[in-house]
């Protein structure tokens, strides 16, 4: 996995899912903060279709914060929503998995943060397959 993949994980995860994660993986991250925590908002675009022109659906939410590790390793964190402490917990699992933890952050929290992310998927596409319908043409055996 690499940083892009991660950082666009935690940043769609929910806070409770992460929190809940480190607390797990009992990690350790000694840190200066370089940006505090702060709240700002974003542009969402959106396309019709997934493939239409794009437009401008809102804005939302989102906190942002820097660190940077006793290793000289900076993390950023990136999450939807207003959540100071999950800025700064994503900011600490980023610099994390760029130095030598990489593999116990990828078991104790990317890789369960991914299974929830597909299951997600799943459901949804099991309640937009639920509402399918199918249409046919039926013949009458005439022949015009």
Not at 2 to 15: E, G, H, V
Not at 122 to 133: F, N, S
């Amino acid at each position: 996995m690499d940083r892009k993949s991660w950082l666009s994980l935690m940043a769609k995860s929910s806070s409770q899912d992460i929190k809940a994660f480190w607390q797990s993986a009992e990690l350790n991250c000694a840190a200066e903060t370089i940006r505090m925590p702060e709240i700002g908002s974003v542009m969402v675009r959106g396309r019709q279709g997934g493939n239409g022109a794009t437009f401008h659906l809102g804005e939302m939410s989102v906190t942002r914060c820097s660190i940077k590790t006793d290793d000289g390793i900076i993390g950023h964190g990136y999450h939807q929503g207003r959540s100071k402490e999950t800025a700064e917990l994503v900011a600490k699992i980023d610099a994390l998995a760029q130095g030598d933890q990489f593999q116990t952050v990828n078991d104790k929290i990317f890789i369960p943060l991914s299974n929830i992310v597909v299951e997600k998927r799943q459901k949804l596409a099991a309640k937009a397959a639920a509402t399918k319908v199918d249409f046919f043409t039926m013949v009458r055996g005439e022949d015009g």
